[in-house]
């Protein structure tokens, strides 16, 4: 179960930055540097700019939080 956890904790990380205003460099930067990536922070390195930015894309437009379900 920490796994669990530890990887709803970066995807909630991750789904923050991307729904933010920041550009995608600053999205990988922020995430290198957030706690919650620690576990992750190799693969992270390994995004493209490109990719947060398609993802981020995506995230604005389609992006509900169960709050606003």
Known sequence: ???DAQLARFQ??????LDSEL???EIRERLLEHE??????????GFEPRCLEIGSRLVKQWGVR???M
């Open 1 to 3: 179960m920490i796994e």
């Open 12 to 17: 909630a990380v991750l789904l923050d930055l």
């Open 23 to 25: 550009s995608p460099r």
């Open 36 to 45: 919650a990536v620690a576990p992750y922070r190799d693969y992270v390195r």
């Open 66 to 68: 169960r709050s606003e």
